[in-house]
């Protein structure tokens, strides 16, 4: 079983809906997490980190961590088709020279104009 | 400013030839990460530097891969005798302290024939 877990999609939805996407983790070591936008043959691009439990908003864009239960999310409101690329959700704990990043698969997203 | 660069963007090997992938990071920033993105899976940690100093290797898929950061700034991640598994992007992502705030190059797109 991977450290994180993330359903790869695709997920198509009309624009202007609210898009919800989640991750699942195992290791309770986590403390930092984030969420990446990567557009087809791009690096990935930090959207937004949260560190530890609670909630993060930036724009239209809504980060979510509950480490009680070990579950993150990312919300987009009002998509627009420019949101269409593969979101992947990674995590980091905070040890000093161990500062990977751990990802999920990620989900590959399309919003239908 | 100037991003993360990687080149070649796309290399084509046999099997069995020695390949060398070079990363620039943004100027200043201290750690530098190698990744490697296999076709529709989230980035998997190869290595990490903090300035030239090679911190975290455990992840390496097979010591057929080599990293090196002589200076602290370019990097160069080598594979050799490569095999067809090691198809897949090569990304390069470099981070002012904390590193959680990682940035990404586009990447190398390793095809092995």
């Known amino acids: 079983q991977k450290e994180v877990e993330q359903d790869p999609g695709p997920l198509s939805v009309p624009e202007g809906a609210i898009v919800s996407l989640n991750c699942t983790y195992s290791?309770?070591?986590?403390?930092?997490f984030m969420w990446y936008r990567q557009y087809s043959r791009k690096g990935p691009e930090l959207l937004m980190y949260?560190?530890?439990?609670g909630n993060k908003e930036d724009g239209r864009f809504t980060a979510q961590v509950d480490k009680s239960s070990k579950y993150i999310s990312l919300f987009i409101r009002d998509s627009q088709p420019s949101d269409s690329a593969t979101y992947l959700c990674?995590?980091?704990?905070?040890?000093?020279?161990?500062?990977?990043?751990?990802f999920g698969t990620g989900t590959r997203l399309t919003i239908i104009p | 400013g100037a991003g993360v660069s990687q080149s070649p963007r796309y290399k084509v090997a046999k099997r069995g030839q020695d390949v060398a992938l070079r990363c620039d990071p943004i100027?200043?920033?201290?750690?530098l990460f190698w990744y490697q993105q296999a076709l529709g899976q989230g980035p998997e940690f190869l290595t990490y530097?903090?300035?030239?100093?090679?911190?975290?290797k455990s992840e390496s898929p097979s010591d057929r891969f080599f990293a090196e950061r002589p200076e602290g700034s370019v990097s160069t991640l080598k594979i050799q005798r490569t095999q067809q598994e090691d198809s897949a992007v090569y990304l390069c992502?470099?981070?002012?302290?904390?590193?959680?705030?990682?940035?990404f190059g586009p990447g190398t797109r390793l095809t092995v024939t």
């Open positions: 990674a995590m980091s704990d905070t040890n000093f020279g161990n500062e990977k990043l751990t």
């Open positions: 992502a470099s981070s002012p302290p904390p590193a959680y705030e990682q940035y």
């Open positions: 949260t560190y530890s439990s």
């Open positions: 100027s200043g920033h201290v750690s």
């Open positions: 290791n309770s070591a986590f403390q930092y």
């Open positions: 530097f903090q300035n030239e100093a090679q911190l975290d």
